[in-house]
């Protein structure tokens, strides 16, 4: 069965620091792997997608993301963390055609 | 361009009775799939609907149904409500096959 991990609840970090919201997944075959933002009250926002090529990807608003097949992560990273990147965030994994399988979501909170 | 649309954004309903939610796909995308999120909980795939026919399904009861009309708009259709049915449930619209998801504000389902 497929099934995606965010292993952290809640991740905390400073205005203008680095920011990192890990995913692990568990699937078979090659999926294709998403990053969701959700602000409150809201429905999810694309925020970017790796499905071949390239481990790096860069989505809006200055996210980007690292695949890594050996260690079946992609993390969600951003240079320097604002307040209004404070929101609910979601890996998700998939494959042509199919449905999404989501993570459970992780707080991030931008302290000014 | 207009996103994804739902309505109503806010239902309040008893137990046993029954709830028909609705969901206008993004301009082009003739694909449209259905999720629940509970509180504090990732979005849960219910089915997905392409043609006018249900392609996919999650582990949902058949309490749980849908329809697709010809314009690609869809709608959610649960039946005997439980408390448990209580969350936001968020339409997603994409091209076949294609897999970016786009997801509507959602509509907050509370049963009493």
């Known amino acids: 069965a497929q099934s995606v991990a965010q292993p952290e609840d809640q991740v905390n970090v400073a205005e203008g620091n680095p920011l990192t919201v890990k995913c692990t997944y568990s699937?078979?075959?090659?999926?294709?792997l998403f990053w969701y933002v959700q602000y409150p009250n809201r429905g999810l926002q694309f925020l970017l997608k790796?499905?071949?090529?390239?481990?790096l990807v860069k989505g809006s608003y200055g996210f980007e993301a690292e695949f890594n097949k050996s260690q079946t992560s992609f993390h969600l990273k951003k240079p320097s963390a604002l307040v209004s990147d404070s929101a609910l965030y979601f890996c998700?994994?998939?494959?042509?055609?199919?449905?999404?399988?989501f993570g459970p979501g992780t707080r991030l909170s931008v302290l000014p | 361009d207009a996103g994804v649309t739902q309505s109503p954004t806010h239902l309040i309903k008893t137990r046993g009775q029954q709830v028909t939610l609705r969901c206008s796909p993004k301009?082009?995308?003739?694909?449209v799939s259905w999720y629940q999120q509970a509180l504090g909980q990732g979005p849960q795939f219910i089915f997905q609907?392409?043609?006018?026919?249900?392609?996919q399904r999650g582990n949902f009861p058949d309490r749980f149904s849908g329809h697709q009309f010809p314009n690609y708009s869809s709608e959610l259709n649960v039946n005997a409500l439980l408390l448990g049915d209580s969350a936001l449930y968020l339409c997603?619209?994409?091209?076949?096959?294609?897999?970016?998801?786009?997801f509507g504000p959602g509509t907050r389902l509370l049963v009493l």
């Open positions: 997603a619209s994409s091209l076949p096959g294609v897999e970016t998801q786009y």
């Open positions: 609907y392409y043609e006018e026919e249900e392609r």
């Open positions: 998700a994994v998939g494959f042509y055609g199919q449905n999404f399988v």
């Open positions: 301009s082009g995308h003739d694909t």
């Open positions: 699937v078979s075959g090659n999926p294709y």
């Open positions: 790796y499905i071949t090529g390239d481990n």
